[in-house]
């Protein structure tokens, strides 16, 4: 199975900061990849695919990019509703695999 | 409103069995691919199985091979993950997702834009 690999794993920033999170993958995965947030107690929420295409109703502050193993999820202006969990997912192969998640702290 | 309804979790001794239904409303199911994510207590998410729209290609990760079933009914607007041989690794919220399949020729991506709130499975004894 492809590996997926974030950091940093957490992060502490504050309001206002720029952030930015890394996914890594064990193999070329072209740019079959996507983002997700997730709040605690609460389902995933989609905020990029294909690597860099933003959900409908998503926030202009999230960007995606990247091809190949090296991915980044840009936060512009960390917003108080935005700390919470980031996965990154491949769908290049299967089994689908998520990063392990970086959750994205108050510092 | 376009949403996911998951029933069917609880409590189940090891090498039990037990089947998770996620019954889809304001969208007809049958022409998307859905999927099953899991997430152990404190652990981050695991793509667990999908299944396209007609029913006619099925995938799942390892580790629920040979144990689990995926599965879906168009006319009820229902998927259904059914769980054989259960062990406490099994222990898990059960997400279903629809995935609206984005193509861009000749490549399409998987997209989970819309999610289930989950369905607590507990295997223990």
């Known amino acids: 199975a492809i590996q997926m690999t974030q950091s940093p794993s957490p992060l502490s920033a504050s309001v206002g900061d720029r952030v930015t999170i890394t996914c890594r993958a064990s193999?070329?995965?072209?740019?079959?990849l996507g983002w997700y947030q997730q709040r605690p107690g609460k389902a995933p929420k989609l905020l990029i695919y294909?690597?860099?295409i933003l959900e409908g109703g998503v926030p202009s502050r999230f960007s995606g990019s990247g091809s190949g193993t090296d991915f980044t999820l840009t936060i512009s202006s960390l917003q108080p509703e935005d700390f919470a969990t980031y996965y990154c997912l491949q769908d290049y192969k299967y089994p689908r695999t998520f990063g392990q998640g970086t959750k994205v702290e108050i510092k | 409103e376009v949403q996911l309804v998951e029933s069917g979790g609880g409590l189940v001794q090891p090498g039990g069995s037990l089947r998770l239904s996620c019954t889809a409303s304001g969208f007809s199911l049958n022409t998307y691919w859905m999927t099953w994510v899991r997430q152990a207590p404190g652990k981050g998410l695991e793509w667990v199985a999908n299944i396209k729209g007609d029913g006619s290609k099925i995938s799942y990760v390892d580790s629920v091979e040979g144990r689990f079933t995926i599965s879906r009914d168009n006319a009820k607007n229902s998927l259904y993950l059914q769980m054989n041989s259960l062990s406490a690794e099994d222990t898990a919220v059960y997400f279903c997702a629809r995935d609206k399949n984005y193509c861009n020729s000749p490549v399409c991506y998987d997209v989970f834009d819309i999610w289930g709130q989950g369905a607590m499975v507990t295997v223990s004894s």
């Open positions: 294909a690597a860099s």
């Open positions: 193999q070329d995965i072209r740019n079959d």
